[in-house]
């Protein structure tokens, strides 16, 4: 049974950054992976903000492009997502979610989720 733990959420101003992280438990499937972050905004569904697949190919939300980075390192299972020039539209939960190698930018696609971190970003 896989498990995902994200930390790194936490109180910024805006044009701040954070670097949110996420470890993949109890699979061996981790580098063939497609793992994505998405966010909730309270009052909103939740959005894809940027995933990478096995191969390293990156998709972004058009919001976040030019100001996050998605990226992953297969040797530890874990992923990352560096946020610069943070607004405080970036507020939101954000969850780290892992799929099957072909997984792109919808929910539906990701089958395991972590619990999600919080990012507030004040103005």
């Known amino acids: 049974q896989e498990e995902i733990v994200e930390s790194g959420g936490g109180l910024v101003q805006a044009g701040g950054s954070l670097r949110l992280s996420c470890v993949v438990s109890?699979?061996?499937?981790?580098?063939?992976?497609?793992v994505g972050w998405f966010r909730q905004a309270p009052g909103k569904q939740r959005e894809l903000v940027a995933r990478?697949?096995?191969?390293?190919?990156?998709t972004y939300s058009d919001s976040v492009k030019e100001r996050f980075s998605i990226s992953r390192d297969n040797g530890k299972n874990m992923m990352y997502l560096q946020m610069n020039n943070l607004e405080p539209e970036d507020t939101a939960v954000y969850y780290c979610?892992?799929?099957?190698?072909?997984?792109?930018?919808?929910?539906?696609?990701?089958?395991?989720w972590g619990q999600g971190t919080q990012v507030t970003v004040s103005s």
């Open positions: 979610a892992a799929g099957d190698q072909g997984a792109g930018t919808e929910e539906k696609e990701y089958d395991y």
């Open positions: 109890g699979t061996t499937t981790f580098s063939i992976s497609s």
């Open positions: 990478i697949s096995d191969q390293g190919v990156t």
